[in-house]
């Protein structure tokens, strides 16, 4: 009996290291890797430096003044891949193709057993006087041609309301269905470009016609002021 008892509990033993030894601790490739517990944010703002090992982003504070974070990128990012499904709602970038002075989103996630924040996902907002490289986005991604008409707006040209609507569509909540952001570059920096580049179009057009020779033909308001 004591023989057995013995047995049983060299057994449980046996099975315990078996299953410990078995799982190895979460790979930091993915955000449902990422060991518990976490607590996540976004995060918008201008890249100060990047490096093969940290972002630092400079965030502007709704009360004035700005606030410089760091984050450690995923070994997903680290090894030249990234993840376009996290956050709905962005052109989804690899970390190579992120430069000093872009305007970028970080989905992040905070993990409080080792105090480090790490960056899942990033998006690419505003490249100013630059082009901004195609997104790692699907084809079939509605988000996939953001970058074209980005580089539009950057170059000084007018796109179409339509034209925005293709590419940055409304968010609709899955749940209840609810709109909850217009379409179109409602907001942000592309919107305040895109709304200088209508107004300079404009004046530029008015001036044109202004200027235009009037083929010989007199004005009768002038001939009526003679």
Not at 65 to 88: A, E, Q, S
Not at 140 to 159: A, C
Not at 192 to 216: Q, S, V, Y
Request: a positive charge.
């Amino acid at each position: 009996m004591h023989d057995m008892r013995t047995l049983s509990v060299l057994f449980v033993l046996v099975l315990t290291c078996t299953y410990s030894t078995a799982q190895p601790p979460p790979l930091r490739t993915d955000v449902r890797k990422i060991r518990e517990p976490v607590s996540s944010r976004s995060f918008e703002g201008v890249v100060e430096k990047i490096d093969a090992d940290e972002i630092t982003l400079v965030e502007k504070r709704d009360r004035g003044g700005t606030m410089t974070h760091r984050f450690v990128p995923i070994d997903l990012l680290r090894n030249g891949k990234c993840i376009t499904d996290y956050f709905d709602g962005a052109n989804s970038y690899l970390w190579a193709d992120v430069k000093a002075g872009d305007t970028v989103r970080l989905e992040t996630l905070r993990d409080e057993g080792d105090g480090k924040t790490y960056c899942l996902q990033i998006s690419i907002r505003r490249r100013p006087g630059g082009k901004l490289p195609a997104s790692q986005n699907p084809e079939k991604d509605r988000w996939y041609d953001t970058h074209r008409v980005m580089n539009e707006i950057e170059n000084g040209n007018d796109v179409s309301d339509e034209e925005l609507l293709k590419v940055c569509p409304p968010q609709i909540d899955p749940v209840t269905k609810k709109q909850l952001t217009p379409g179109g570059l409602y907001t942000g920096p592309y919107r305040e470009k895109l709304d200088a580049n209508r107004k300079r179009i404009a004046e530029e057009k008015e001036k044109a016609l202004k200027a235009k020779p009037t083929d010989g033909k007199s004005d009768p308001k002038k001939d009526d002021k003679k």
